[in-house]
Nanobody, 119 residues
Framework: VQLQASGGGLVQPGGPLRLSCAAS????????IGWFHQAPGKEREFVAA????????YYADSVKGRFTISRDNAKNTVYLQMNSLKPEDTAVYYC?????????????WGQGTQVTVSS
């Protein structure tokens, strides 16, 4: 199971950015997909997740109303639309996958993509 996160970059405060998580060599259809981030000197934190069947979504309080997670199973890709970005959103963002919904530990992790929010 290989996950590839992309779409990170430098963005000004208040701006948008969309991250993508693509899978290779397997289908995302039966996996819950999540996003975590890790800021320098801090622990990795949960950001958002989406289920595979009902596409239930769940967000950390810090991103509710600003971030939207979605999935396109035909493209085998999950997206994280981030709006109204804040400097405190600066972190490396990782996508994760698991056959369970919101597990305590996710089975599969992709490499991260850096998001920097700065003027």
């Amino acid at each position: 199971v290989q996950l590839q996160a992309s779409g990170g970059g430098l963005v000004q405060p208040g701006g948008p950015l969309r991250l993508s998580c693509a899978a290779s060599e397997f289908t995302l259809d039966y996996y819950a997909i999540g996003w975590f981030h890790q800021a320098p000197g801090k622990e990795r934190e949960f950001v958002a997740a989406i289920g595979w069947k009902l596409r239930t979504t769940y967000y950390a309080d810090s991103v509710k109303g600003r971030f939207t997670i979605s999935r396109d199973n035909a493209k085998n890709t999950v997206y994280l639309q981030m709006n109204s970005l804040k400097p405190e959103d600066t972190a490396v963002y990782y996508c994760v996958a698991d056959t369970s919904w919101l597990p305590s530990t996710w089975d599969y992790w992709g490499q991260g993509t850096q998001v920097t929010v700065s003027s």
